[in-house]
């Protein structure tokens, strides 16, 4: 199998440096760029596996970045954040990044996220979700009869559970954020009612039969939710 090619954006040369040197370790191919133009002209260019994108560059917001990066492609971002900077990291996400590492991050965890964004791209490599039934590990939610079921078995949703589990089989593994979930399963006007959510999963968790050992639905805390199969998920 060919090695994957990992862009690696960041300004600071000290993090350019032990980035590239963990991945080429590991047998990825390493390009780096060093602002957002760079990162906009090199992803279009080469066409990487994954893209890790800094959001502080010195020309382009990274979260503009992001956003750009979307308007044409669906290759997974791994963005890197400031430590406290929440608002940033939910921004990134809503406007199409996979996930996030902080700052300070260790190797390990970066690498662990790559290998999720890695593996959610050979799921689905074209970006589109056109089957009538998503999967996502023992999960599978027909979209045309409006059923969520376990290992086969019909799990019994209502509406907005369902929506809450469609929306995030929609995108495997990746992070959507609190207000996309309020807004595309309640409504445009809503945003701010987390609370809303925290029943929800806590209800959808019970239905799937998820366990402290066996978790599907996944709180990012402060961020939003994920679906992952447990079964190869890096949590």
Not at 7 to 23: C, G, K, Q, T, W
Not at 79 to 103: M, P, Q, W
Not at 150 to 176: D, Q, Y
Request: hydrophobic share 40%; net charge negative.
């Amino acid at each position: 199998m060919p090695a994957e090619h990992i862009l690696v954006v960041d300004d600071e040369p000290a993090i350019l440096r032990a980035l590239s040197a963990a991945l080429r370790a590991r047998g990825y191919v390493v390009h780096t760029a060093t602002t957002g133009q760079g990162a906009l002209d090199q992803t279009a260019l080469l066409e990487p596996a994954t893209v890790v994108l800094d959001l502080g560059l010195p020309d382009i917001d990274g979260v503009e970045v992001c956003r750009l990066i979307r308007q044409w492609s669906e290759v997974p971002i791994v963005v890197l954040t400031a430590d406290g900077a929440d608002d940033r990291k939910v921004l990134a996400l809503d406007v199409g990044a996979d996930d996030y590492v902080t700052k300070p991050f260790s190797t390990p965890e970066l690498l662990a996220r790559l290998r999720v964004a890695l593996r959610h791209r050979l799921r689905n490599p074209t970006g589109t979700v056109d089957a009538a039934v998503l999967r996502v590990g023992d999960v599978a939610v027909d979209l045309g009869y409006h059923q969520v079921s376990v290992n086969g078995t019909a799990v019994n949703l209502t509406p907005k559970e369902f929506a809450f589990v469609e929306i995030l089989a929609r995108h495997p593994g990746r992070v959507i954020t609190q207000r996309t979930i309020l807004q595309e399963v309640w409504g445009p006007e809503y945003g701010d009612e987390t609370q809303y959510l925290r029943v929800y999963a806590s209800q959808i968790r019970k239905k799937l039969g998820d366990t402290p050992d066996r978790r599907r639905l996944l709180t990012v805390a402060g961020v939003g939710y994920r679906l992952v199969d447990p079964g190869t998920e890096d949590t």
